[in-house]
């Protein structure tokens, strides 16, 4: 497999994995056909122009895009059992992580993905045991004609999810701690991020050294620092079709946080001053 390290704002990055074709196993396992089946009927109902499956796709939709980006990209990163079962050698060799080197200090790779890997170990073990736990609990609902159980569906596919994020996060740590990186800064990306950097920070030329920017950006305060319009172009970069969504859903999830924190201190703001012409 080969790991990509993206940069999203100054502060957080999102990190994705994605099969190399040696890693791509010749029969699905039981539980990857039910994933494809589960796709397939879920596309078919997209199709609908109303009734419950259109407005259960609709809703569907709004969930996982709510669902935190870094769960994404921690989904993307198969289990250690099931890479090695694809590849018996998995744990010997160096993986390729591909990463902007003017956007991210190569010596602070090791310890931003060791956070990325842990920070929310935790969390998902909590909610995948929750979700499992309370599915059963809805299974009556499946007796009702016509309407499918959604509960149970949602709670079984949010424990599946947090599943599938725990153990990604478990091998990232793996990965991690066995010093298995092999970082390697890609021209491509580094073009495309000193345009950003040079624009957000407004005090970088973009022919400045990588080390001047990436010091810069410690420095600044917390800023999106992709397009929208970039999601294509990083997906083009890494030949990874699949990643432009996932790049335009932690776009949109970082400038959502980002500007709730400017409106909340602004909110804080106004509220200290209408207190102080009070007194």
Do not use: C
Request: hydrophobic fraction near 40%; charge should be positive; aromatic fraction near 8%.
């Amino acid at each position: 497999m080969r790991l990509f390290l993206i940069p999203i704002s100054t502060r957080r990055a999102l990190i994705y994995s994605r099969p190399l074709r040696k890693d791509i196993p010749k029969e699905l396992s039981t539980l990857d056909r039910a994933t494809t089946k589960a796709a397939q009927t879920w596309a078919k109902w997209e199709e609908a122009e109303s009734g419950w499956k259109k407005h259960l796709v609709t809703w569907g939709n709004r969930v996982q895009q709510r669902i935190p980006f870094e769960e994404w990209g921690l989904k993307s990163i198969p289990s250690l059992n099931s890479q090695r079962r694809i590849d018996e050698a998995h744990g010997t060799r160096p993986i390729e992580l591909l990463y902007p080197g003017n956007a991210v200090r190569l010596e602070r790779i090791p310890s931003l993905l060791r956070t990325i890997a842990t920070e929310r170990q935790a969390f998902h073990k909590n909610k995948m045991m929750w979700s499992l736990g309370i599915a059963p609990f809805t299974a009556p609902l499946g007796l009702i004609p016509v309407v499918p159980n959604i509960p149970f569906f949602y709670l079984a596919y949010r424990g599946w999810s947090h599943w599938r994020a725990l153990n990604g996060s478990r091998h990232l740590e793996f990965i991690v701690e066995k010093n298995l990186l092999a970082p390697k800064s890609l021209p491509e990306l580094e073009h495309l991020y000193a345009k950003r950097v040079s624009y957000v920070l407004g005090n970088t030329p973009v022919d400045a050294p990588p080390d001047e920017m990436v010091g810069n950006m410690e420095k600044s305060e917390e800023r999106v620092l992709l397009k929208m319009s970039d999601a294509k172009k990083l997906a083009t970069i890494f030949e990874a079709p699949e990643l432009a969504l996932e790049a335009e859903r932690a776009i949109v999830q970082v400038s959502e946080q980002l500007q709730a924190k400017k409106d909340e201190a602004k909110a804080k703001s106004n509220e200290t001053k209408s207190e102080e012409k009070q007194e």
